[in-house]
């Protein structure tokens, strides 16, 4: 098994910046792509960002590309989300997944979730 535990949330004003991360613990050499997941109330759980093991290959939602950047560190078993120029339809919770397939950019592609953070931006 795998844990993910998600930090980083709060509340913000719209145009503000936040980051978020992701530290996964367990049999951490399964894991493979890496991903974040957002919610908002009354929504489904869509995609954000992904990213290859390497990082050698990153993919965003169309609703936030240019303002965020999905970045992880191997070593230290770390995902991020820097989250830049935050709108208030941003405002969900956000999910970190891992998953063993190289890539993976929809939800039953991956294995593990995190319990979530909630990000709330104010207009």
């Known amino acids: 098994q795998v844990q993910l535990v998600e930090s980083g949330g709060g509340l913000v004003q719209a145009g503000d910046s936040l980051r978020l991360s992701c530290v996964a613990s367990?049999?951490?050499?399964?894991?493979?792509?890496m991903g974040w997941f957002r919610q908002a109330p009354g929504k489904e759980r869509e995609f954000v960002a992904a990213?290859?093991?390497?990082?050698?290959?990153?993919y965003y939602a169309h609703s936030v590309k240019g303002r965020f950047t999905i970045s992880r560190d191997n070593a230290k078993n770390t995902l991020y989300l820097q989250m830049n120029s935050l709108k208030p339809e941003d405002t969900a919770v956000y999910y970190c997944a891992a998953s063993w397939r190289a890539e993976a950019t929809s939800r039953n592609e991956y294995n593990y979730w995190g319990q979530g953070t909630q990000v709330t931006v104010s207009s």
């Open positions: 990213i290859s093991w390497g990082a050698t290959n990153t």
């Open positions: 367990g049999r951490t050499f399964s894991v493979n792509g």
